[in-house]
């Protein structure tokens, strides 16, 4: 199976800033590489597909990239409602497995 | 627009059979993969096992002696049925749809998600 590891586990970070998280897999997964976002009491909600293509309605500050086993999602510009918690998730084999989670919190 | 949603038992007891079905609106079940997730207390994300149209599946090991997923394409449903339950098996459990993107290489992902059911397995 492949691991999926995050970093930082929680960030705290104010309106305005750039963030960069992070996510490794155990092994090399080319593109296969998804972005959620969470906040507390709903459903991940998709960001970011194949590790740089964003979703549909997803706002431009957020952005993916990486291949092979190391990846970074980007928020150029933290707005208030981004403060939630991130998984990334790979697609290359089942079973398919998340990252264990980033949580962003207001400074 | 595509809408998901869970229902079933808030409770089950430990031993049994949790039973869960997610509903397909505004769209059809008979094309995509359909998926289950489930998010214990406090914790991350864990895939269960998704189910395509056809009606082939595939498991999460961790879980595969236990889990059935199956699909009712005239009632435009699928379920989850995990078997044997304990404590452990308590979670908030997510239906959703997995879609993807060709580029040379199917790349899947899951865009559109329930908004969860919450299972708790206690006596």
């Known amino acids: 199976d492949i691991q999926m590891t995050q970093s930082p586990s929680s960030l705290s970070a104010s309106v305005g800033d750039r963030v960069t998280i992070t996510c490794r897999a155990s092994?090399?997964?080319?593109?296969?590489l998804n972005w959620y976002q969470q906040k507390p009491g709903k459903a991940p909600n998709l960001l970011v597909y194949?590790?740089?293509s964003l979703q549909s309605g997803v706002p431009s500050r957020f952005s993916g990239s990486g291949s092979g086993t190391d990846f970074t999602l980007t928020i150029s510009s933290l707005q208030p409602e981004d403060f939630a918690t991130y998984y990334c998730?790979?697609?290359?084999?089942?079973?398919?497995?998340f990252g264990q989670g980033t949580k962003l919190e207001i400074k | 627009q595509v809408q998901l949603q869970e229902s079933g038992p808030g409770l089950v007891m430990p031993s049994e059979t949790l039973s869960l079905t997610c509903t397909v609106s505004?769209?059809?079940?008979?094309?995509?993969?359909w998926s289950w997730i489930r998010q214990p207390p406090g914790k991350g994300l864990e895939w269960i096992g998704y189910?395509?149209?056809?009606?082939?599946?595939n498991y999460n090991p961790s879980l595969k002696s236990r889990v059935t997923i199956s699909l009712d394409t005239s009632k435009n449903q699928f379920s989850l049925n995990l078997t044997s339950v304990t404590a452990a098996d308590t979670a908030v459990y997510y239906c959703a749809r997995v879609t993807y993107y060709y580029d040379i290489y199917y790349y899947y992902y899951m865009d559109v998600w329930g908004k969860g059911t919450t299972v708790t397995v206690s006596s």
């Open positions: 189910i395509y149209y056809s009606g082939s599946t």
């Open positions: 998730q790979q697609s290359y084999s089942t079973p398919y497995s």
């Open positions: 194949a590790a740089s």
């Open positions: 505004g769209g059809s079940i008979s094309s995509y993969y």
């Open positions: 092994q090399s997964i080319s593109s296969y």
